[in-house]
């Protein structure tokens, strides 16, 4: 018996239509979950891809530079940038827990020179000795687990730059796809441009305003009160000064403890001083300030979208959680004004269909 091939398919148009949209969900949920540990890397791509765009415009939309030889000197730069100084930054750091690690005796003489100051004793030395002797070998034990880390995060740096690439050389086919495939109007793309845009000025560049100037506060009150490497401790302070709550005290802190130590009371009390006093103050005006003069975003939503952010996608965070908290406060605000016009539109009916009855009652 012949097949009609007008019933070779058991599924309604219908059918078919719900069918494909949930392959269409199941699909992108596998993406999504297979990318989630490179989540960064998009993430990231597109916080330069908005923060290197007004370069790349200006050169190859108004100066007509070749597009590739501008994309290639923006990854160049980025790396010189980003790249380079994390890498340089975790290798002095490796280098110094291992340094520490192996001279516990020296530890060790800090802490009992803290105990007698403080006028009383809450450790024994053969105690300490031997949470130093764990902690050397548990450095040890973090060695291989933090090159593994470190080959990660270079797949994530890889990415990333592939990504940044391919956004900047197919920039119009990205633009339009966007335009395409989101479901909003075009007035509402231009708000989410726009709070992405002012989110990224005021949390990418005001946050490294910030830990510039509180790096070099730290560096300039450490070298003040005689502690050695101001330098180093400098450009340590800088880096760890974009972790919020936490940041520069874990360089000044543990500063001001060495100083009292070594006894030099006056210069520790000092550290303390100007470190509680004047730099985290200044950490939290200057956020604040530049978020609000950057971008026009709200304290509120600056200091939340910190907290939310880091906790979630750790130091990217630091702008996808105020962007996050921004794009619910744009879409609130279109979805208001949508209901508004949908409310005067249908007052509007209901009024043009009282006038009809009443044109055909007379």
């Not at 998009?42 to 939309?61: M, N, Q």
Request: glycine share 8%; net charge positive.
């Amino acid at each position: 018996m012949a097949l009609n091939p007008t019933e070779t398919n058991i599924y309604t148009p219908r059918q078919r239509f719900i069918l494909l949209i949930v392959t269409l969900v199941v699909l992108g949920w596998l993406a999504l979950f297979g990318l989630l540990q490179y989540l960064t890397a998009f993430l990231g791509a597109g916080i330069l891809y908005v923060v290197l765009r007004p370069w790349f415009t200006a050169l190859v939309h108004k100066r007509q530079w070749n597009r590739t030889l501008v994309t290639v000197l923006l990854l160049v730069f980025a790396v010189v940038v980003l790249v380079i100084p994390f890498f340089a930054l975790t290798s002095l750091l490796i280098n110094r827990i291992q340094t520490l690690a192996q001279n516990t005796d020296q530890i060790l003489l800090v802490v009992q020179r803290i105990e007698r100051k403080v006028g009383m004793q809450v450790t024994q030395e053969n105690n300490v000795r031997q949470l130093l002797q764990q902690g050397a070998a548990r450095v040890s034990q973090w060695i291989p687990t933090l090159a593994s880390s470190v080959l990660n995060v270079v797949v994530i740096v890889g990415l990333m730059l592939f990504t940044l690439y391919y956004l900047f050389m197919q920039e119009d086919a990205f633009l339009a796809g966007l335009h395409r495939y989101l479901p909003f109007r075009e007035k509402t793309l231009d708000e989410l441009s726009n709070s992405l845009r002012n989110n990224v000025n005021a949390n990418v560049l005001g946050s490294g305003l910030v830990a510039l100037v509180q790096g070099l506060l730290t560096g300039a009150t450490l070298w003040m009160f005689g502690v050695p490497q101001p330098l180093f401790w400098t450009v340590i302070a800088f880096f760890v000064a974009f972790i919020p709550v936490l940041g520069t005290p874990l360089v000044w802190g543990p500063a001001a403890l060495y100083q009292f130590a070594q006894g030099q009371t006056t210069q520790g009390i000092g550290i303390l001083l100007v470190g509680a006093i004047v730099i985290i103050n200044i950490d939290n005006l200057l956020r604040i300030w530049l978020a609000k003069g950057m971008g026009d975003i709200h304290p509120w939503v600056t200091l939340v979208g910190l907290t939310l952010g880091v906790g979630i996608f750790g130091i990217v965070g630091l702008v996808i959680g105020p962007l996050l908290l921004s794009y619910f406060i744009v879409l609130m605000q279109v979805f208001a004004r949508e209901n508004r016009a949908r409310a005067h539109v249908s007052n509007a009916a209901a009024e043009a269909m009282k006038r009809l009855a009443a044109t055909e009652d007379q």
